[in-house]
């Protein structure tokens, strides 16, 4: 059974920072590309940070390009987004996410999602 377990969020004022982390359990984690997603109520998901299974290539939304980061430790089955320089809009619900499609950011070429955890960024 596969399971995804995000954690690391929580209220933060803006102009913060907060590291968000995934760890996997039930499948090859070095074998999967790794993406976070967020969610507000309302709207569909979007795709935030992607990196591939070596860590060779990542890839961000525009809206965060400079301020998030994300990394993996393939040893311990974790990927993380660092996230600096929070603003009021990046509240959200941010979900980790597992794809066997390099340079994946569409919700339909992930394979399996975690829970979700929330970020709240204050003004």
């Known amino acids: 059974q596969v399971q995804l377990v995000e954690s690391g969020g929580g209220l933060v004022q803006a102009g913060g920072s907060l590291r968000l982390s995934c760890t996997a359990s039930?499948?090859?984690?070095?074998?999967?590309?790794m993406g976070w997603f967020r969610q507000v109520p309302g709207k569909e998901r979007e795709f935030v940070a992607h990196?591939?299974?070596?860590?060779?290539?990542?890839n961000y939304a525009d809206s965060v390009k400079g301020r998030f980061t994300i990394s993996r430790d393939n040893a311990k089955n974790t990927v993380f987004l660092q996230m600096n320089n929070l603003k009021p809009e990046d509240t959200a619900v941010y979900y980790c996410?597992?794809?066997?499609?390099?340079?994946?950011?569409?919700?339909?070429?992930?394979?399996?999602w975690g829970q979700g955890t929330q970020v709240t960024v204050s003004s």
């Open positions: 039930g499948l090859t984690f070095s074998g999967y590309n």
């Open positions: 990196i591939t299974w070596s860590s060779i290539t990542t």
């Open positions: 996410a597992a794809s066997q499609i390099r340079f994946a950011k569409i919700v339909s070429q992930y394979n399996y």
